[in-house]
Nanobody
């Protein structure tokens, strides 16, 4: 059974930082392209960042470029999202997403609230 378990969310003040983690089990993590999405109530999920499996190429949404960094540790089967200079508009549920061998998997999400 494939599981993606996010952690690290919480309440942070504007300008602060958080690091999200997504621990993956049940699939060949090193072969999976990993992404972070975020969703706010009433809206569709938006892609935040993606990291490929082979060469660790990364790509970011324009709204987070220069502030967020996606990384992965294939020895720990974990993908991370380092979030700096957080803004109130970054408030959302952040979900981990895996694509491996043409199959897709979602985590349950972790809530991030940016507020003073």
């Amino acid at each position: 059974q494939v599981q993606l378990v996010e952690s690290g969310g919480g309440l942070v003040q504007p300008g602060g930082s958080l690091t999200l983690s997504c621990a993956v089990s049940g699939l060949t993590f090193s072969s999976a392209t990993m992404s972070w999405y975020r969703q706010t109530p009433g809206k569709a999920r938006d892609l935040v960042a993606i990291i490929t499996s082979l060469d660790f190429t990364t790509s970011y949404a324009d709204s987070v470029k220069g502030r967020f960094t996606i990384s992965r540790d294939n020895a720990k089967d974990t993908v991370y999202l380092q979030m700096n200079s957080l803004k109130p508009e970054d408030t959302a549920v952040y979900c981990c997403y895996a694509v491996a061998f043409q199959r897709t998997y979602w985590g349950q999400g972790t809530k991030v609230t940016v507020s003073s």
